[in-house]
């Protein structure tokens, strides 16, 4: 599965050039990895599937670490927002 968010406007001239959107989020099997437009890895969001090995070893749900990926994803179009907004609290 593959997801790409990006915030509406010039996100070139807004957005600092260190991690440039659109951001994506891809299923590799095991996680969920949130990358930026040059392909740099921002995230890692480790799942199991499987009931038992997931309590024992305190992991996500594949939702719960589908959302949370997701939602990171989302951040540079939060931030342009508020930049937009003058910095006023979200």
Same mark, same amino acid.
């Given at each position: *599965?593959?997801?790409? !968010?990006? =915030? &509406? %406007?010039? /996100?070139? =001239?807004? *957005?600092?050039? @260190?991690?440039?959107?659109? !951001? /994506?989020?891809?299923?590799?099997? =095991? =996680?969920?990895?949130? $990358?930026?437009?040059?392909?740099?890895?921002? %995230?890692?969001?480790?799942?199991?599937? #499987?009931?038992? @090995?997931?309590? &024992?070893? $305190? *992991?996500?749900? $594949?939702? #719960?670490?589908?959302?949370?990926?997701?939602?990171? &994803? $989302?951040?540079? #179009?939060?931030?342009?927002? @508020? #930049?937009?907004?003058?910095?006023?609290?979200?």
């Amino acid at each position: *599965m593959f997801y790409i !968010w990006q =915030a &509406a %406007g010039n /996100t070139e =001239a807004s *957005m600092p050039d @260190r991690f440039p959107p659109p !951001w /994506t989020v891809e299923d590799t099997g =095991a =996680a969920f990895v949130v $990358k930026d437009s040059s392909g740099q890895k921002l %995230g890692y969001f480790y799942y199991e599937q #499987e009931p038992g @090995r997931r309590s &024992a070893a $305190k *992991m996500l749900t $594949k939702d #719960e670490a589908r959302r949370i990926a997701v939602n990171f &994803a $989302k951040l540079p #179009e939060l931030l342009l927002s @508020r #930049e937009r907004s003058g910095g006023r609290r979200l």
